[in-house]
């Protein structure tokens, strides 16, 4: 049977979403349901979806007790993830106008599949703490329409996966087909987004680093902006700029540009994101 719901679109740098209010964790969408959503054409339109449900009213949010608030966050296709950058900023923006939390203090602590994420107000939005970095030492080749030869990518974990790969100028970014899915060998388990980087010159300017990406989403395809994945990639270029590296960072995307920085704390390097978030239109649809 057709259902109405009330939905309110927003986006962080161009990177868009679908968010639907359900704090009593009463919605059960389908993984179909959720890819009409963000359908262009058809449905509404989003690089992902945002439910807005509290954490104690979902399984999900018993791994995240210290939070009232669960960010349950879909791909645009559907498919379940992990965490999103945009997006929480996205959310935080939404609990703001709301109402339903207060971000003039300390900040507030969202729930998210990779564990909960501390959000605080900037001048020009929110920044999310994502928490202790990871990579590897592994190497994985990526294949990409417009690049010739495979190049190596670099695993870095910011709560989901990516793979960054550093291409030589300006060119070859642009050079790029991203309408078409990099190859990855090997593939990661579950898949990954995979990032291409090139530095500015000069790479650093006032003790700030500053790169420009595009990135390739898993469940979504090319987006004008990734949060997590803008945070990989200067995660990347600092571990290949050695030592001497800044922890602030300037990254330009198609969609705007964000920042990253990193704090040396007890448990090892904590990642922040920041950025702009909007909320642009609310209404309902008809779902079937």
Not at 30 to 46: E, K, M, N, P, T
Not at 77 to 105: H, K, P, T
Not at 164 to 189: C, F, K, T
């Amino acid at each position: 049977m057709p259902q109405t719901i009330a939905f309110t679109k927003g986006h962080g740098t161009g990177n868009d979403f679908v968010i639907v209010s359900d704090p009593d964790g009463e919605l059960d969408l389908s993984a179909d349901q959720v890819a009409a959503l963000c359908d262009r054409r058809f449905g509404i339109g989003g690089d992902g979806f945002l439910r807005v449900v509290r954490a104690a009213a979902i399984n999900a949010g018993r791994n995240t007790p210290d939070a009232e608030w669960f960010m349950d966050y879909r791909n645009g296709d559907g498919s379940v993830a992990e965490m999103c950058g945009n997006g929480i900023r996205v959310f935080a923006r939404y609990l703001a106008q709301a109402g339903l939390a207060d971000f003039d203090g300390a900040g507030v602590a969202i729930g998210t599949r990779s564990g909960t994420k501390h959000v605080t107000r900037t001048e020009d939005g929110f920044e999310v703490d994502l928490g202790v970095w990871r990579t590897t030492t592994d190497e994985v080749l990526v294949r990409a329409r417009g690049l010739s030869v495979a190049r190596p990518g670099q695993p870095i974990d910011v709560g989901n996966p990516h793979i960054v790969v550093a291409l030589a100028d300006e060119a070859e970014l642009e050079s790029l087909d991203l309408s078409y899915q990099p190859l990855l060998n090997p593939e990661p388990p579950h898949g990954a987004n995979v990032e291409f980087v090139v530095p500015a010159d000069p790479l650093v300017h006032h003790g700030v680093g500053a790169i420009r990406m595009r990135v390739f989403e898993r469940g979504v395809g090319e987006t004008l902006s990734c949060g997590t994945g803008v945070t990989a990639a200067a995660l990347a270029v600092r571990n290949w700029a050695g030592e001497a590296a800044p922890d602030r960072w300037r990254v330009d995307v198609p969609g705007g540009t964000l920042g990253v920085r990193i704090e040396r704390r007890d448990d090892g390097e904590h990642a922040l994101l920041s950025g702009p978030a909007l909320l642009v239109f609310s209404g309902e649809i008809v779902l079937a």
